[in-house]
């Protein structure tokens, strides 16, 4: 059994290899960064004598995703199961984003991702069985002024996994999408925070332990369900006062 | 990349620095290209600041903390250097093997310990860790990505060991392991009557693998000196071999209460405690577990954080053995004279040869924890006249207040290493406060 994990090399998407490290179960990591991998993967296989095989591949370029999809199809079939714990984001990331940037960040966040999907769906459904986990924000909840890019191209991949759920609720294949909060990573290491961070750790053990389940959306940390229930009910016009009165 | 308020364990330095903790090499190569001057950071559990300094980038390496390499069978490991002492147990123990030079707390990461030329209890027998390093990788803004070992580039390898972090960022280390057999440890109390008398006792056993080393008391005059001599043996009548693994989640060790608790009453008072309950309630052999004997400090971290905001003083010395006895008896003198507040007094024996301004030399380590105050800075004034008079080895790595003319006179190769240094690197990239006071 292989579970391909896409953005493997650092934060969450490292605590996941060493999750399924701990539970026994063979990885393949995937990353533009192949030097990190490199050292991710002897450290997972000293520690937990399971197979990992490395992959470099960059999910900000959707032409670089293509090809290497159209030459290692044999690779898709060896596949149970796929994870996306990637997320690109850039230093000013606003409205004015040039064209190169709004490409990567879409390709990084939600393209390459979906094309990922539209070909290993097949492959799943051949075989009748496979899970697919994807990973949202809660910046996608509300229109911001800053990492635009990011919060629109997560706020494309919620709904497209929530179409994607919807789209196999008669198969056997497990779709998650989890919607973060503030998770302790690099990304927010330097942010005052009004709310806790979550722990990428627990997050990626929650991540191995619902592998089974069908059909889940959920938060992390949990409580941030009710914030985003907050943020879709009140009104734009009223939000947009808000954050007005705010700056 | 951002801003951050830190200090010394020892609280004798405060600074805001600009910190960041990088999770790829991509990104560590383009923090110290982007940086004029850096400092590589691992626990920060330094006493002294060498791993930042006021308004300088310091490049944490808490996540290259992984394996590389593992050969069981010529006992050799590379390790990326944050990983910490803790990580390096839990992986190596299990297969019987370790480091004998371990330093006293398990956050401490490998890259610190082989810029600090690091020893443990055992460095009579052991050395410092310089004995167990093969090879290093470091990397440098303009020299980029260089091994180094005893085949290459041996200048900047001895350089690196024990120099504080200036040659540039230590990423990888390889280390030669050593057998580690027995689970625990056996531990067997000897009185002691004064520090003459430890001297003795603790001589014999100076080229012995089980650790000697002393607590005594300096709570009066009549007591100085008294106390006891601890004796760790590897326990090898347990014939079950169980996986040691170590708790990695350990307090904060640089907090502090808000008022410093220790005076000449409270230390009267512990070290009374102390030492009725060594000579009357605890046995006199003794199994002890691996964290107890090997990090002492996990779970009396309140040691260093009762010293409050003011913080505390270490001196560390090796004495040589023919200077024993005068250093001694100007200790004794000194005391008397002047009182100090002294919270630790230990001894141990010491094995090594003086280089650079690595802590080594063949003796007797002496170490005392003061009080942060008036007095105790005149008494370790007077012992640092000491040292420089007699050519001893005080610790750059634990004293802060250690002054730049007596590290001149007590370290002869002071201005060797400056000049290679310089010569390696002529704008001076890699600083701390602690090469800004070497003025390096």
Known sequence: MSNLIIGASSGLGREIAYEFGKNSKNVILMSRDVKDLKVLRSDIQFKHNINVEIHELDFSKLDEVKNFISKNLDFLNRIDGILFPIGMMIENDTIKNTEEEFTSLFSANFYSVIFFISKIIDIFEIKNKGFIVGFGSISASLGRDSNIGYSCSKSALERYFEGLIVSNLKTKINIQFYKLGYLNTNLSASKKLLLPKGSPKKLAKKVIKNLDKKDLKTYFPKWWVLIDYAIKIIPFVLSKNIIKYFK | ?440
């Open chain 2, 1 to 440: 990349m951002y801003k951050k308020k830190i200090h010394s364990l020892d609280k004798s330095y405060f600074a805001e620095i600009l910190f960041s903790s990088p999770d790829k090499y991509k990104k560590f190569e383009k923090l110290s290209y982007e940086s004029d001057n850096i400092s590589t950071m691992g626990s920060c559990n330094s006493y002294v600041p060498a791993s930042f300094n006021k308004n300088q980038l310091s490049i944490e390496l808490k996540n290259f903390n992984r394996i590389i390499e593992f050969d069981k069978k010529n006992k050799l490991i590379t390790v990326e250097s944050g990983i910490q002492l803790s990580e390096l147990c839990s992986f190596v123990l299990p297969h019987n093997l370790w480091i004998p030079q371990m330093p006293g707390y398990p956050t401490i990461t490998i890259g610190g310990i082989v810029a600090t030329n690091a020893h443990g209890k055992s460095c009579s027998f052991h050395g410092t860790i310089y004995k167990q390093i093969k090879k290093i990788k470091i990397f440098h803004k303009i020299h980029g990505w260089l091994n180094l070992s005893e085949n290459e580039n041996k200048e900047i390898f001895e350089l690196t060991i024990g120099g504080f972090g200036l040659t540039g960022s230590i990423i990888e280390v390889q280390l030669k392991l050593e057998d580690f057999l027995g689970n625990n440890f056996v531990t067997e109390i000897e009185e002691t009557k004064s520090t003459k008398d430890t001297l003795n006792k603790i001589k014999q056993h100076n080229n012995s693998e089980i650790y000697y080393y002393s607590w005594n008391r300096t709570d009066n005059l009549k007591n100085f000196g008294k106390g006891f001599i601890f004796k760790n043996k590897k326990n090898f009548s347990k014939s079950l071999i169980v996986p040691k693994k170590i708790n990695s989640s350990i307090n904060n060790i640089s907090s502090n209460l808000i008022l410093n608790i220790w005076n000449d009453h409270t230390i009267k008072l512990t070290q009374t405690f102390y030492y009725i309950f060594f000579k009357y309630l605890k046995s006199k052999k003794y199994e002890e577990d691996f964290n107890n004997v090997i990090f002492p400090f996990i779970g009396k971290e309140i040691y260093f954080k009762s010293f409050g905001k003011k913080g505390f003083i270490e001196t560390q010395i090796i004495v040589p053995y023919k200077k024993l006895e005068l250093f001694v008896e100007e200790i004794e003198f000194l005391y008397k004279r002047y009182k100090p507040s002294i919270t630790l007094y230990s001894i141990k024996n010491f094995k090594g040869s003086k280089r650079f301004l690595r802590f080594e030399d063949d003796g007797i380590c002496f170490t005392f924890d003061f009080i942060n105050n008036y007095n105790n800075l005149k008494f370790i004034g007077q012992l640092d006249k000491i040292c420089e008079n007699n050519f001893l080895t005080p610790s750059i790595i634990k004293d802060s207040r250690l002054k730049l003319s007596t590290i001149k006179k007590c370290y002869h190769e002071y201005e060797a290493f400056k000049n290679d240094i310089f010569q390696y690197d002529k704008k001076r990239i890699y600083k701390s406060a602690i090469s800004d006071k070497l003025q390096i």
